[in-house]
């Protein structure tokens, strides 16, 4: 399985300045041996389409114990609010948080599919207009990433 990994601002924030220690060359402060902040989300092949109301982003996964993970992991952080962002070189280029939606997540045979829709136009608008502009971004060559309640489930490289 390849896999992105993530570090949780709040573990360097609260270790920086804290531990007493300045960090030797080559190691940033914070870090330690066990890293608790390091979390490890399955690659995968995104589709990102806009549906009637709203959107819908299909999450497939290669091989088996990716397609367990990413779907262990929407089950635990069901309910929180579904959000994107697209990376390139390091930099983010855009950020969707769907907040003005319901994002429902149902688990698929290699994935999970999040449909996010919207009964109020404008909000129907906005939605839409989120997945034309992740579906640029990701044209370009940008990585996205899906998060559910600000935590990253998964991410692709393709659109």
Not at 58 to 79: F, H, I, S, V, Y
Not at 102 to 113: A, F, H, R, S, Y
Request: glycine content about 10%; aromatic content about 2%; hydrophobic content about 40%.
């Amino acid at each position: 399985m390849s896999s992105a990994m993530m570090m949780d601002r709040s573990v360097m924030s609260a270790s920086m300045g804290m531990s007493g220690t300045m960090p030797t060359m080559g190691q940033m402060p914070g870090m330690s041996a066990m890293m608790p902040g390091m979390c490890m989300v399955p690659r995968c092949t995104m589709k990102v389409e806009k549906c009637s109301g709203g959107m819908k982003v299909t999450c497939m996964c290669e091989d088996e114990m990716a397609a367990a993970t990413l779907q262990n992991m929407c089950k635990m952080m069901a309910g929180g609010m579904f959000g994107m962002c697209c990376m390139m070189n390091g930099m983010m280029m855009c950020q969707c948080n769907l907040c003005m939606c319901k994002c429902d997540c149902t688990m698929t045979k290699d994935g999970v599919c999040f449909t996010c829709t919207s009964g109020d136009k404008a909000c129907c608008d906005m939605i839409q207009a989120c997945c034309d502009c992740v579906c640029a971004c990701m044209k370009a060559g940008c990585m996205c990433c899906v998060c559910l309640g600000g935590m990253p489930c998964c991410c692709a490289c393709c659109c």
